[in-house]
């Protein structure tokens, strides 16, 4: 290992993990927006989902690398810019968490909703203080997933020249030389980590009901 | 007072879930529709908050058409209880009771205070406030579903097999306290549940539903079990409907009659003496509350372990059901009358008691028959 190489490139390496960060994350946060406006659609009107659910899946199978090169002629953005990156992964994330949405909105029994209805809750308020806490187990491990995933499939927009931790990956292969190789690999894999401890923190922290239910 | 006005349910794939119905549920009263499923006794109760719309008719709560309210509005207005207790699991116990409330935008304060005020009230202990209700037994849930109906005070409460989820012993507890709780509240209620004796136990009046949503009886209990309307709600009601009848006639005037008595402690020769040919002799403790009966082949002397269980005792105020389980359980054939304090007025045997039935038979009583 070459700790010369890490030495004198520490500023490209941190830029390049912030970067990994910001192509990974700000998908996961536009996808659980979306996600969550598209479950509530669903679970409101049921027959809507088939088709939700086709149309995700069918998105899901598309290759990564694919959609990155096809998306610019798509939407019309440069072939290098991050969005095409953005976007792909936006894509991926949602589908993975729109079933989380929906199944965790399922979660809540009839008695709890016509409860709550008998109460005097609106069917919006409803939603926000009701069905989507109690959604929120099975809306955190989706999130788990789609971070992982998308820090993992960051590395591979490096391919189209937008690619973090990946850039360094690529650049190791095509010089024959090991260490940025390693760093890629070692941070990334780092990250992931992190991100998962941070996700499953807050999931503790938001829903502690959810834990002792269990060992009850 | 909630009024139902020729009220019919149809849901859209033609079922008629409720089919003309009129009724009046009384201010302060508990009334419970009764019935076996698909009868629409649920969906009755659910037309009234609007949950479920009515098809024809009207439903009018303190004389205003329920139509004519905002639905949201009403809800927070009649409170609500429902099988299995349907708590919010994310919520603890003391936000689930602030629920109301809450939706009402009281302060925080008060609201708390409210709600650690009614855990006391529905026999909550107050270290249970800051669980969350997959912790607590079924029992308690209820309890804390009770609360959380009673929260914001409202006039009126919707009770939907409030209790039918738990096991017997601890319905019954609460079933009791329910009643206690309604003495001293003057809730006007509205009750639905399956289960007969059920509504025979805590309803004021009673409506007897049918599959197809019709009423076939609608009146008091002791009217139900003495008059049933029809060949359906006598099988309904079912066989031992007599015998239950008995729980609204009253024990007094009941021959009850001196009997001799010996104190703990006596003697062979003192129980010998005063049982004067009988097989048994009622024993007394020093406050002359009943403790048992002495078989007259004893040896020894009358000592507590050695006696025969009194059986279950009853006073003057309580019902001929309760007097005949007496004279039933007892060893001797003969039920013990207590007063108040449980202290010894005399004895009455199953045969005095059936005498006394053939002469006050349950009348047919102040219940009306209606629908």
Redesign the interface.
Known sequence: MDWGYVESNVDLIVSKLVEHLYLSIVPILVALVLAIVIGALAVRFPKSYPPILALSSAFYTVPSLALFVILPGIIGTQILDPVNVIIALTIYSLSLLVRNVVDGLRVTSADVRQSALSMGYTRTRQLWSVELPIAMPLIFAGLRVATVANISMVSVGALIGVGGLGELMTDGFQRNYLAPLLVGLVLSVALALVADVVIVTLQRWLTPWARLARQA | MIEFDHVSKQYDDGTLAVDDLSLVAGNGQITVFVGPSGCGKTTSL?MI?R?IPVTSGSIRVDGEDIAATDA?????R?G?V??????????TVVDNIA??PH?LGWDKKRSRSVALELMDRVGLDPVLAK??P??LSGGQQQRV?VA?ALAADPPML?MDEPFSAVDPIVREQLQDEFLRLQHELGKTIVFVTHDIDEAIKLGDKVAVMQVGGTLAQFASPAELLSHPSSDFVAEFIGRDRGYRGLSFVSAEGLPVHESSTVPVGASEDDVRRAAGGAAHVLVLDTDQHPVGWAPVNGRTAVVPERLLDVGTTFTAEQSLRAALDGALASPTGEAVCVDADGRFVGVVNHAEIAEHLTTHRPRRAEGQAAG
């Open positions: 659910r908050n949950t949201v509005q009403l809800r927070r009649i609500y429902i099988q299995h207790a349907g708590l919010f699991p994310h919520r629920t109301v939706l669980r969350y997959a912790q579903g959380r919707l």
